[in-house]
T-cell receptor
Framework: QKEVEQNSGPLSVPEGAIASLNCTYSDRGSQSFFWYRQYSGKSPELIMSIYSNGDKEDGRFTAQLNKASQYVSLLIRDSQPSDSATYLC?????????????FGDGTTLTVKP | SAVISQKPSRDICQRGTSLTIQCQVDSQVTMMFWYRQQPGQSLTLIATANQGSEATYESGFVIDKFPISRPNLTFSTLTVSNMSPEDSSIYLCSGGAVPDTQYFGPGTRLTVL
């Protein structure tokens, strides 16, 4: 079992729809959770971090965390073609720097105009 | 935010040679990391670059193969030693100054023939 697993994708949604990206992790000691966006040929960009159970909203993005289920998700509302990218889920064991993370394989999202 | 630059951006090397990749951050960061992203795959943490001391390596990575230096808070190097075609990958430097910020450099695309 991989330490961090994501929907294999690819995921395709129409413009304006909600895109839902899911991630599960195996280590119950994990405390910090991150979502990165990676455009093709570019390096990853941190877009959300979440540490506590529940929802965290930032603009069109909402991260959801359920530690009991070892599940973290990212919702993108009003999806735009510019959201088309690979989304990486990353997990760290402690409340430490985001850099020391284990990454999932990513889910590729395509938003169709 | 921090801006991270890497040199070289890409290189093609012969088997058995070594390549040193440089990473420069435009502001002081507390933590710096080196990752590898193989074609079509996610990111794997190689090591944490510690200022003025030996790097901390993740399982599967050793200092003899990937020596790392970090002489100050804004600069680090990663050497890929005695290269083989399996080392062909994108090598990414990352850094952050507070726990939930993480910036990646543009990456170094290495091809080993």
């Amino acid at each position: 079992q991989k330490e961090v697993e994501q929907n294999s994708g690819p995921l395709s949604v129409p413009e304006g729809a909600i895109a839902s990206l899911n991630c599960t992790y195996s280590d119950r000691g994990s405390q910090s959770f991150f979502w990165y966006r990676q455009y093709s040929g570019k390096s990853p960009e941190l877009i959300m971090s979440i540490y506590s159970n529940g929802d965290k909203e930032d603009g069109r993005f909402t991260a959801q965390l359920n530690k009991a289920s070892q599940y973290v998700s990212l919702l993108i509302r009003d999806s735009q073609p510019s959201d088309s990218a690979t989304y990486l889920c990353a997990v760290t064991l402690g409340r430490t720097n985001a850099g020391k993370s284990t990454f999932g394989d990513g889910t590729t999202l395509t938003v169709k105009p | 935010s921090a801006v991270i630059s890497q040199k070289p951006s890409r290189d093609i090397c012969q088997r058995g040679t070594s390549l040193t990749i440089q990473c420069q951050v435009d502001s002081q960061v507390t933590m710096m990391f080196w990752y590898r992203q193989q074609p079509g795959q996610s990111l794997t943490l190689i090591a944490t670059a510690n200022q003025g001391s030996e790097a901390t390596y993740e399982s599967g990575f050793v200092i003899d193969k990937f020596p790392i230096s970090r002489p100050n808070l804004t600069f680090s190097t990663l050497t890929v030693s005695n290269m083989s075609p399996e080392d062909s990958s994108i090598y990414l430097c990352s850094g952050g100054a507070v726990p939930d910020t993480q910036y990646f450099g543009p990456g170094t695309r290495l091809t080993v023939l």
